[in-house]
C-alpha cells in the first residue's frame, strides 16, 4: 500500500523559508517512472501544481514558482523535500505530497498525502 | 499558459446524471484527469486518460473528451457524490487544473 505522509512547520513567518519534507512508503523512490511531487490549495481555492522529481533526479517545477522552489530527494531515507523561499501570507496553504508513476500524459497523480496546512503570518 | 475553464457549481438532484465541464484550448488532443475533493479531504482521483477510472472507482463515474470540452459523468448521483471536482492536464511536462466544480446533490 502506497502513502505519503507530509510534515513541516506549521506556521511561517513572511520572506522566511518552508521547508516540507515527504515521507513515503510501500514504494522506492528509486523505482524506474516513479515520480514524487507538491501540490498547494489555498483556503477556499483551486489546486496548485509547485515540483515534481523523478526516479532519475529529473526535476519539473511550476513556471511562475520555479525561482522560489526547490525538490530533492533522499532515496535511503524515503523522502521528498520541498523548500519553498521568501514566503508571504499569499502562500497560506495545504500542501500535498503526490505520487505519479510515468512521464505520460496518461499518467494523473494517483495517490495523495493527507495534506499539511502552512500558514505565513508574522 | 494552458487554462482550464470549470464551472463554479452545478446542481442535481439524487439518482439523476450530473455532467461536469472542463473547457480548454483543444483540450481533445491531451489527456484529462479528474479528482474528486470532499471537505477535509486530499483529493482522489475518479478518471484518468479521459475515460479510465482507478480500481475502486464506482462505474458510475465516467469521462469524454473532444474538442474543446472534456466531460465527467456520475450517472445515478448519491448525496456522498456531493464533493469539489477538478480537471487536470499535462501541458509541456506542467500540471495544470482546472479552478473546481462544486456539484451540488439536491
Known amino acids: 500500500q502506497i502513502t505519503l505522509k507530509e510534515s513541516g512547520l506549521t506556521l511561517v513567518e513572511p520572506t522566511q523559508t518552508l521547508t516540507l519534507t515527504c515521507t513515503i512508503s510501500?514504494?522506492?523512490?528509486?523505482?524506474?517512472?516513479?515520480?514524487v511531487g507538491w501540490i498547494r490549495q489555498p483556503p477556499g481555492k483551486a489546486l496548485e501544481w509547485l515540483a515534481l522529481?523523478?526516479?532519475?533526479?529529473?526535476?519539473r517545477y511550476s513556471p511562475s514558482l520555479r525561482n522560489r522552489l526547490n525538490i530533492t530527494k533522499d532515496t535511503s531515507e524515503n523522502q521528498v523535500v520541498l523548500i519553498m523561499t521568501n514566503l508571504d501570507p499569499m502562500d497560506t496553504a495545504t500542501y500535498y505530497c503526490?505520487?505519479?508513476?510515468?512521464?505520460?500524459?496518461?499518467?494523473?497523480?494517483?495517490?495523495w498525502g493527507q495534506g499539511t496546512m502552512v500558514t505565513v503570518s508574522s | 499558459s494552458y487554462e482550464l475553464t470549470q464551472p463554479l457549481t452545478v446542481s442535481v438532484a439524487v439518482r439523476q446524471t450530473a455532467r461536469i465541464s472542463c473547457g480548454g484550448d483543444?483540450?481533445?488532443?491531451?489527456?484529462v484527469h479528474w479528482y474528486q475533493q470532499k471537505p477535509g479531504l486530499a483529493p482522489v482521483l475518479v478518471i484518468y486518460?479521459?475515460?479510465n477510472r482507478p480500481s475502486g472507482i464506482p462505474q458510475r463515474f465516467s469521462g469524454s473528451n473532444s474538442g474543446n470540452t472534456a466531460t465527467l459523468t456520475i450517472s445515478r448521483v448519491q448525496a456522498g457524490d456531493e464533493a469539489d471536482y477538478y480537471c487536470?492536464?499535462?501541458?509541456?511536462?506542467?500540471?495544470?487544473f482546472g479552478g473546481g466544480t462544486r456539484l451540488a446533490v439536491l
Open positions: 503526490v505520487h505519479r508513476l510515468g512521464y505520460g500524459e496518461m499518467d494523473a497523480f494517483d495517490i
Open positions: 510501500g514504494f522506492s523512490l528509486s523505482t524506474k517512472g516513479v515520480g
Open positions: 522529481i523523478y526516479w532519475d533526479d529529473d526535476e
Open positions: 483543444n483540450i481533445g488532443i491531451k489527456r
Open positions: 486518460g479521459d475515460n
Open positions: 487536470q492536464v499535462w501541458d509541456s511536462s506542467t500540471a495544470k
